[in-house]
Every structure is written in structure tokens, then in C-alpha cells.
């Protein structure tokens, strides 16, 4: 059995970010699960399709327990308001756009998250695991299309290692965190098995898809096929008409949840104050 090591840098030294709970709050260190779902959508994405053995090792990948996370303190960014154009709309606005009298352009407050870590390299400890010689140049291949983990200008890069042991970075800023079952200081989102088909089903790829090829064949085709086409919408979408929109995807969550908690960074802790006193004395010449 040997060690399984999944990296992320962050590119731009900076993790963009929410929590699931709060969306004003950053997310610290990334979830295990954010980092897995960031993999599967690489995988969607792959330009060779759903390659078998790729798929099979993201089944290996998703049924492996929590991690172990290192990764460094990381201040958060002082919190920024962001007013974004959203789709236009013919209402009444006092914003409008100069080519187009009369069509509004409302806006609407965004904030982004964002933590900035003393070490941008967030690293996914899984030790004593099985098989890994079977899948690492697999999970390597995921993870070298992941460029996001998080908003889309949360840019990283991902790579995969096997390790006889756990790396021992001995730096002031780094913590462990270890999973728990009692004493746990955070909570964060997992994958467990069979989260690449729910992931799959959620992104409603396949209807879409469809969607766009029977619109494309009924605005081409004439005559039977015509009928053959708008036939087969019929059945999966209703009535077909020109501004119907395809099937919108169900956003990706994960439902299953991991306390974790600090065992100790891997040098002594910072001590503040630890080179001047409590208190200023200040001396006055008499």
C-alpha cells in the first residue's frame, strides 16, 4: 500500500470561494468534495468522451475515505460589493444602454469570497491505499484538465502523486487537518460512491444534448424526417416551439458531510507577542 497525494496551487495565490452555508463567507481549506466535483466536470468536459478506464478510476477515486488536508493559514480578503450586469430586460430602469433606448440593464450585488494563503499549495493526503498503481496515470490525466477550483478566476493546478509516506512540511503556516468523528472544528463536504452518476444526472447533459440536436434536425429537415424529428421532441419535451429553451442542469451538491480538526501544524505554533512585551513602557527624558 503506498500514499496518495492530490495537489492544488493556486495560480493567482489567491482561493475564490464561498461556503455553502453563508455565500459572503469564504470556503478554508477547499472541500475534498469542491476539489472532486472540480474532477468530474473535467472529466464531462474531456474532448475523448467518457474514456472506460478514466471512469473507472474516478469510481476508484470517489470510494476512498476523507483525507488528510494540509494546507496554510490564509487571511481573508477585506469583503468587496460587485454590481453585475444581469440579463437584460425590457423594463423600466435608469440605467440604459446607449444603443438601445429602452431596454434596461439592472444590476445586482455580487461579493466574491476570496482568502489569500501564506502557501498556495493545498495538499489531499490518502494514506495506505490499495490499487493506486492501477489508477494514479488516470487521476493524473483528470487532474491536468482542472483549472478552476472555485469561481472562475480561482485559477489552479492540479497533479497527483504516489508517495511511500505522508510529505512532512515543515512550515509555521501549515496545518493538518485530520478527519474526526468527535471534537470536530469544521465540517466539509466529501464524495462517497457513486457521486460521479449523481454528478452525471445533476448536469443533465444527455437531455440537453438532445435537445439541441432534434431543434437542429426540425429547423433543417423537411418531410418525414421532419415528422420523425418533432415526434421524438414531442415525447421528451413537449410541444416544440422555436423559443423554447432547453433543460436547465440541477446545480451539483454533495450530501455527505466530514468533521475535521487540527492534530498540530508541523513546526511550533506562532506565539504573538512572542518578541516584546505585553504592555509599552514608554521612558521620558526628565
Known amino acids: 500500500m503506498s500514499t496518495l497525494i492530490l495537489s492544488i496551487e493556486f495560480i493567482t495565490g489567491r482561493c475564490v470561494a464561498a461556503t455553502v452555508s453563508d455565500r459572503d463567507e469564504p470556503e478554508w481549506?477547499?472541500?475534498?468534495?469542491?476539489?472532486?466535483?472540480?474532477?468530474?466536470?473535467?472529466?464531462?468536459?474531456?474532448?475523448?468522451?467518457?474514456?472506460?478506464?478514466?471512469?473507472?478510476?474516478?469510481?476508484?477515486?470517489?470510494?476512498?475515505?476523507?483525507?488528510?488536508?494540509?494546507?496554510?493559514?490564509?487571511?481573508?480578503?477585506?469583503?468587496?460589493?460587485?454590481?453585475?450586469?444581469?440579463?437584460?430586460?425590457?423594463?423600466?430602469?435608469?440605467?440604459?444602454?446607449?444603443?438601445?433606448?429602452?431596454?434596461?440593464?439592472?444590476?445586482?450585488?455580487?461579493?466574491?469570497?476570496?482568502?489569500?494563503?501564506?502557501?498556495?499549495?493545498?495538499?489531499?493526503?490518502?494514506?495506505?491505499?490499495?490499487?493506486?498503481?492501477?489508477?494514479?496515470?488516470?487521476i493524473q490525466t483528470i487532474c491536468s484538465q482542472v483549472i478552476r477550483v472555485g469561481q472562475s478566476s480561482s485559477l489552479v493546478q492540479a497533479w497527483a502523486s504516489q508517495s511511500a509516506a505522508e510529505p512532512d512540511l515543515k512550515s509555521k503556516s501549515f496545518n493538518r487537518w485530520e478527519p474526526q468523528s468527535r471534537g470536530a472544528e469544521i465540517h466539509v463536504r466529501v464524495a462517497d460512491e457513486g457521486e460521479v452518476e449523481r454528478l452525471k444526472i445533476a448536469c443533465n447533459a444527455e437531455k440537453i444534448d438532445r435537445f439541441a440536436a432534434l431543434k437542429s434536425d426540425i429547423e433543417s429537415l423537411k418531410g418525414k424526417p421532419l415528422a420523425l424529428a418533432k415526434a421524438d421532441f414531442e415525447k421528451l419535451f413537449g410541444t416544440y416551439k422555436s423559443s423554447l429553451r432547453p433543460p436547465e442542469p440541477t446545480p451539483a451538491t454533495l450530501g455527505l458531510w466530514q468533521g475535521y480538526a487540527r492534530s498540530g501544524p508541523y513546526a511550533e505554533s506562532i506565539i504573538e507577542n512572542q518578541n516584546f512585551d505585553a504592555e509599552l513602557l514608554i521612558l521620558e527624558k526628565s
Not at 42 to 51: I, L, P
Not at 61 to 83: C, G, M, N, W
Request: hydrophobic residues 35%; without cysteine.
Open 29 to 138: 481549506p477547499p472541500h475534498p468534495g469542491r476539489v472532486f466535483m472540480a474532477m468530474a466536470a473535467a472529466y464531462f468536459e474531456m474532448d475523448d468522451g467518457f474514456d472506460p478506464s478514466v471512469l473507472k478510476a474516478l469510481q476508484w477515486f470517489e470510494s476512498l475515505p476523507a483525507p488528510i488536508i494540509h494546507a496554510s493559514e490564509a487571511p481573508p480578503r477585506s469583503d468587496t460589493k460587485f454590481y453585475v450586469p444581469i440579463n437584460d430586460k425590457l423594463v423600466p430602469n435608469t440605467s440604459i444602454l446607449q444603443s438601445t433606448p429602452g431596454l434596461g440593464r439592472p444590476k445586482q450585488e455580487r461579493t466574491y469570497p476570496t482568502v489569500i494563503p501564506y502557501e498556495p499549495v493545498v495538499r489531499y493526503v490518502w494514506r495506505d491505499v490499495e490499487n493506486i498503481e492501477d489508477h494514479i496515470d488516470a
